[in-house]
C-alpha cells in the first residue's frame, strides 16, 4: 500500500522571500481580486490574481482569463498591461456579481423580517 505523501507546511526556497499582495494600482486605477484587464499583444481580458515582488526586486501579476473557452492561469509583467477596465464582461466576473447581489438582498430580506 502506498503513502500519502505530506507536504511541507512552511514555505521553503525563494518562495518565501516573496511578497505577494492582492491589491495594486495599475494604470491610476486601483486593482483588486477579480478586476479585468486587457494585456499587450494577448486575446481576451484576464481577471486579476495577486501582485507578486521577489527577493531581486523583479514585479509581476498573476491573472486568469485569454479567449474564450481556453482560459488559463498567466504571469504578466506590469508593463504588458495595456488597460484596466472598470466593468466586468467575462461570465465569470457576471456570475460572482450575481450571486454577491442575490446574497446581499437575501440578507436584507432576513433584517426586514426580524423588524
Known amino acids: 500500500?502506498?503513502?500519502?505523501?505530506?507536504?511541507?507546511?512552511e514555505l521553503t526556497g525563494p518562495i518565501k522571500d516573496w511578497t505577494v499582495s492582492t491589491e495594486i494600482q495599475i494604470n491610476g486605477r486601483k486593482v483588486t481580486v477579480g478586476t479585468e484587464m486587457k494585456i499587450k499583444g494577448e486575446r481576451g481580458r484576464f481577471r486579476f490574481m495577486k501582485h507578486v515582488i521577489n527577493a531581486?526586486?523583479?514585479?509581476?501579476?498573476?491573472?486568469?482569463?485569454?479567449?474564450?473557452?481556453?482560459?488559463?492561469?498567466?504571469?504578466?509583467?506590469?508593463?504588458?498591461?495595456?488597460r484596466v477596465h472598470y466593468k466586468n464582461t467575462t461570465d465569470?466576473?457576471?456570475?460572482?456579481?450575481?450571486k454577491a447581489k442575490k446574497i446581499a438582498m437575501k440578507a436584507e430580506l432576513e433584517e426586514s423580517n426580524e423588524d
Request: charged fraction near 35%.
Open 1 to 9: 500500500m502506498l503513502k500519502k505523501r505530506s507536504r511541507p507546511t
Open 56 to 82: 531581486d526586486g523583479v514585479e509581476w501579476i498573476d491573472v486568469w482569463g485569454g479567449p474564450k473557452k481556453s482560459e488559463h492561469t498567466r504571469s504578466f509583467r506590469l508593463d504588458m498591461v495595456q
Open 92 to 98: 465569470q466576473a457576471l456570475v460572482q456579481e450575481y
